[in-house]
């Protein structure tokens, strides 16, 4: 045997770190987040989609009165003696106004909303009575409190109706201008500066498709991301494509940081030549690059640099929108200071057969089917990126996990993921 092999032996192969599971992955990230910019007021009617930064409390009772929740009349129980007894219609209550004592014997015309007057007790339909120039007969007896809604029944004075971190909806925005609030406390805007690596990206309108060379790619991740981002309330800067070379992609980074809260990459974060990710941020900052244990969306990195968070996401699309539902939508959440980031599941049938278990946690694009289970979508390449439009969610499959049809499986509907 030569001596120059035996001197010059292979280098050792290093081992790889495990797959960090996706659970453990979320909850580092989230430990990381420090809120944004301190609060702002701002109008109710704007607040939509809004996370709030201060509890509301109610001052006063919703409703404020006993009222009617029908058009119909108020009475008094104990008058009604037959089907066929006559009460004089002593006074007309529209919305808006108040009436006097209801007098024994009589009713009183009343409308949906408007307070009951003092001595009745119940509230008769218009469509259950027969009434005509003489007064109002009633063909039943009432009973006690029918169709009345109580003071207080919906929320009572000194009642906290909204909790600081709650993500206000159109029914939170209605609820705090029930109790008087015009302008609410939320957490600020998050703004994020996005871009992509990758010198196979080209921008749709920048070269026809016919023109397209050996190799290059639309940038799809870059509409998707920006979409995403802007329906969770970001500013979004769009810094772009950045070419593959690491100059570029530190000076992009450097100048993102100065006046962003978030800066998200796609692409660059694996550990090949033309992948500059990692050193550029460690040149600038701190990087924990991971490989979760996840299928699609392996790689994955987080760090900082300076004050501004960094995340960097996987380059094949369907990886990239995974990825960013399940680590970076609970992530701005939380930065905005949300309490509940995690989506909403179900468990529904599945009307598939899934035969080969992966060593990963599998995210599988399904949809559901007339007859409300789930079907599957025949590819689940992580490049496809028409599994995700045409499903209406994912299948949370755990690693080792088969599925065979009529098993129940654990469902992430994309209304919740997306909203």
Same mark, same amino acid.
């Given at each position: 045997?030569?001596?120059?092999?035996?001197?010059?032996?292979?280098?050792?192969?290093?081992?790889?770190?495990?797959?960090?599971?996706?659970?453990?992955?979320?909850?580092?990230?989230?430990?990381?987040?420090?809120?944004?910019?301190?609060?702002?007021?701002?109008?109710?009617?704007?607040?939509?989609?809004?996370?709030?930064?201060?509890?509301?409390?109610?001052?006063?009772?919703?409703?404020?009165?006993?009222?009617?929740? $029908?058009?119909?009349? #108020? =009475?008094?129980?104990?008058?009604?003696?037959?089907?066929? +007894? /006559? %009460? *004089?219609?002593?006074?007309?209550?529209?919305?808006?106004?108040?009436?006097?004592?209801?007098?024994?014997?009589?009713?009183?015309?009343?409308?949906?909303?408007?307070?009951?007057?003092?001595?009745?007790?119940?509230?008769?339909?218009?469509?259950?009575?027969?009434?005509?120039?003489?007064?109002?007969?009633?063909?039943?007896?009432?009973?006690?409190?029918?169709?009345?809604?109580?003071?207080?029944?919906?929320?009572?004075?000194?009642?906290?109706?909204?909790?600081?971190?709650?993500?206000?909806?159109?029914?939170?925005?209605?609820?705090?201008?029930?109790?008087?609030?015009?302008?609410?406390?939320?957490?600020?805007?998050?703004?994020?500066?996005?871009?992509?690596?990758?010198?196979?990206?080209?921008?749709?309108?920048?070269?026809?498709?016919?023109? $397209?060379?050996?190799? #290059? =790619?639309?940038?799809?991740?870059?509409?998707?991301?920006? +979409? /995403? %981002? *802007?329906?969770?309330?970001?500013?979004?800067?769009?810094?772009?494509?950045?070419?593959?070379?690491?100059?570029?992609?530190?000076?992009?980074?450097?100048?993102?940081?100065?006046?962003?809260?978030?800066?998200?990459?796609?692409?660059?974060?694996?550990?090949?030549?033309?992948?500059?990710?990692?050193?550029?941020?460690?040149?600038?900052?701190?990087?924990?690059?991971?490989?979760?244990?996840?299928?699609?969306?392996?790689?994955?990195?987080?760090?900082?640099?300076?004050?501004?968070?960094?995340?960097?996401?996987?380059?094949?699309?369907?990886?990239?929108?995974?990825?960013?539902?399940?680590?970076?939508?609970?992530?701005?959440?939380?930065?905005?200071?949300?309490?509940?980031?995690?989506?909403?599941?179900?468990?529904?049938?599945?009307?598939?057969?899934?035969?080969?278990?992966?060593?990963?946690?599998?995210?599988?694009?399904?949809?559901?089917?007339?007859?409300?289970?789930?079907?599957?979508?025949?590819?689940?390449?992580?490049?496809?990126?028409?599994?995700?439009?045409?499903?209406?969610?994912?299948?949370?499959?755990?690693?080792?996990?088969?599925?065979?049809?009529?098993?129940?499986?654990?469902?992430?509907?994309?209304?919740?993921?997306?909203?």
């Amino acid at each position: 045997m030569s001596p120059a092999l035996i001197s010059n032996p292979l280098p050792a192969r290093t081992e790889r770190a495990p797959l960090k599971p996706l659970d453990v992955a979320l909850a580092e990230l989230l430990a990381l987040a420090r809120p944004a910019a301190p609060a702002e007021s701002v109008s109710t009617f704007e607040a939509d989609g809004r996370v709030l930064a201060q509890d509301i409390l109610s001052s006063l009772d919703v409703p404020a009165h006993d009222n009617s929740s $029908m058009d119909g009349y #108020a =009475v008094r129980c104990a008058d009604w003696t037959h089907p066929d +007894a /006559l %009460l *004089q219609v002593s006074q007309r209550i529209p919305a808006g106004s108040s009436g006097h004592l209801l007098a024994p014997g009589s009713a009183a015309r009343i409308f949906t909303g408007a307070p009951i007057p003092p001595g009745a007790d119940a509230v008769v339909m218009q469509e259950d009575c027969m009434a005509d120039a003489a007064g109002v007969r009633l063909p039943a007896k009432p009973a006690a409190g029918q169709w009345i809604r109580r003071r207080g029944e919906d929320v009572a004075a000194g009642q906290v109706v909204l909790r600081a971190g709650e993500r206000l909806g159109p029914a939170s925005l209605g609820l705090a201008a029930s109790v008087g609030f015009d302008r609410l406390l939320v957490a600020p805007r998050l703004r994020v500066a996005l871009f992509s690596t990758g010198d196979e990206l080209v921008m749709p309108g920048d070269v026809a498709p016919a023109d $397209m060379n050996p190799g #290059a =790619v639309y940038n799809s991740n870059r509409f998707f991301l920006k +979409a /995403l %981002l *802007q329906r969770l309330g970001c500013t979004v800067t769009d810094l772009g494509i950045v070419p593959d070379r690491l100059e570029a992609t530190v000076d992009a980074l450097k100048a993102a940081s100065q006046h962003h809260d978030l800066i998200l990459t796609s692409g660059g974060v694996s550990v090949g030549e033309e992948d500059h990710i990692k050193p550029a941020v460690q040149s600038l900052g701190q990087l924990k690059l991971w490989q979760i244990a996840m299928k699609p969306g392996k790689p994955f990195a987080c760090g900082t640099i300076g004050a501004a968070h960094f995340v960097g996401l996987p380059g094949n699309p369907v990886s990239s929108f995974v990825t960013f539902l399940l680590l970076v939508r609970p992530f701005i959440l939380r930065l905005l200071g949300a309490t509940e980031v995690a989506p909403g599941s179900m468990a529904i049938c599945a009307d598939f057969d899934w035969a080969k278990a992966d060593k990963r946690r599998e995210f599988l694009r399904v949809r559901m089917n007339a007859a409300g289970a789930l079907s599957l979508f025949e590819n689940q390449s992580s490049g496809v990126l028409t599994s995700v439009v045409w499903g209406d969610g994912l299948v949370d499959n755990p690693s080792g996990q088969t599925i065979v049809r009529g098993d129940m499986v654990r469902f992430l509907p994309f209304s919740a993921l997306l909203s």
